[in-house]
């Protein structure tokens, strides 16, 4: 039973625009700022290199291409992809038979870089090209033949495939993908439908998914392709200067449910999948580069604490002096008051005595009088400590 049969790729729906995240926008701004700052940081190349090195180990593993435990994995990704840095047992395969596939998806994503970076222009040979770096130590590829058996045949590096390549689940049904005599004019339509989208400034997470997506449908390779597929994503990324996509294995379940709703007509879920990564991605970058900006100088660090001790012991004062000012403006408007009413109930009594006597109230004013009374103030303020 055919759970999915195979159709010409799509472009993108109609209201591609209002699946954008403007979280995403606004935090690829903030990142642009801090990156050029820290274009000469040992911490940002770290952190650039074991990305890379991240990317080039769980494009596998998502794959089931091998098995690597966390804890090596996470070796690898901050020493380095070296055999001897991964223990027996932790692996489901030879340690000399991963290491060359890992480097050899390492040197992928160095090639997206150098693709970035040379501005070129993403075309079916460069693809091509990918696939054969990819599979470099891989020979062969497991194929299910008419009578439903398995067998081994020699993959056919950097060339499309010549025969099906339709998976069967679990439960019998199959994935239909494109046939092969249609691979080559659907490549050619996926390549000029992705120009258009450049031309049209689509955001980059809703590009990536929809290449993604859509060269998956295809499926032009007899073997690799899930992988080619996340790098063709990185490399939408990686033009806008923002990350490869690593899929974890932990997103495993995620990411497939997000490609069967893709399968179904909706992207949303893809697109919604990459924008949580690279918004990871970004979270994790920026806060970095705050390390990196705050510990830069050493020197300038203890000015910086010091300046900042400084200014808030003279902020504490002049809230402290601020107080106190404004209690003694209250305390004399009181003063004042007081003395008002005593004014005029004199005036009430002396007015019965004599037109002679009369009470009036006097206070300073600020910069004109204030200092008629200065010296007494200081008088009773002494008096008073």
């Given amino acids: 039973m055919t759970v999915h049969r195979w159709k010409p790729i799509e472009d993108l729906p109609q209201n591609w625009s209002v699946l954008a995240s403007t979280e995403l926008k606004s935090l690829a701004a903030i990142w642009g700022e801090q990156s050029v700052r820290l274009q000469q940081s040992d911490a940002l190349k770290q952190f650039n290199d074991r990305l890379h090195r991240e990317w080039a180990i769980e494009t596998g593993i998502i794959e089931n291409l091998y098995s690597i435990d966390r804890g090596t994995a996470q070796m690898l990704i901050q020493q380095g992809i070296e055999a001897s840095l991964i223990p027996h047992g932790s692996t489901d395969k030879p340690a000399e038979e991963i290491v ?11 090639g997206l870089l150098d693709f ?11 693809i091509k090209q990918l696939h054969q770096v990819l599979t470099r130590h891989q020979e062969t590829v497991q194929v299910v033949n008419g009578l439903g058996r398995t067998a081994q045949i020699q993959l056919l590096r950097g060339e499309w495939k010549k025969s099906p390549n339709n998976p069967k689940r679990p439960d019998g049904e199959v994935h239909e993908y494109c046939p092969p005599e249609h691979v080559a004019a659907e490549m050619d339509c996926l390549i000029a439908t992705h120009q258009d989208h450049q031309k049209m400034d689509v955001p980059p997470e809703i590009e990536a998914a929809w290449m993604h997506h859509r060269f998956s449908q295809i499926h032009p390779f007899q073997d690799g392709n899930g992988r080619i597929a996340r790098a063709l994503a990185s490399l939408i990324f ?11 294995r932990e997103l495993r379940a995620d990411y497939i449910h997000a490609l069967e709703k893709a399968d179904e007509g909706n992207l949303q879920p893809l697109i919604q999948l990459f924008a949580t990564i690279q918004k990871k991605s970004f979270v994790k970058a920026l806060s970095i580069s705050e390390n990196v900006l705050h510990d830069r100088d050493p020197v300038q660090q203890v000015i910086t604490a010091a300046t900042d001790k400084l200014k808030k012991r003279q902020e504490t004062k002049f809230q402290e ?3 106190a000012f404004d209690l003694s403006k209250h305390l004399e408007t009181l003063a004042k008051n007081r003395l008002d009413e005593v004014a005029h109930e004199l005036n009430h009594e002396l007015s019965q005595l004599s037109s002679d006597y009369s009470a009036t109230t006097d206070q300073s004013i600020e910069d004109k009088t204030d200092f008629w009374f200065r010296k007494q103030i200081i008088e009773i303020a002494k008096r008073l400590v």
């Fill in 238 to 248: 990686l033009q806008y200067r923002w990350f490869p996509l690593v899929i974890h």
């Fill in 116 to 126: 970035v970076a040379q501005q070129r222009v993403l075309s079916t040979s460069f």
């Fill in 100 to 110: 060359p596939i890992l480097k050899d998806q390492e040197e992928v994503l160095e």
């Fill in 321 to 323: 002096r601020k107080k």
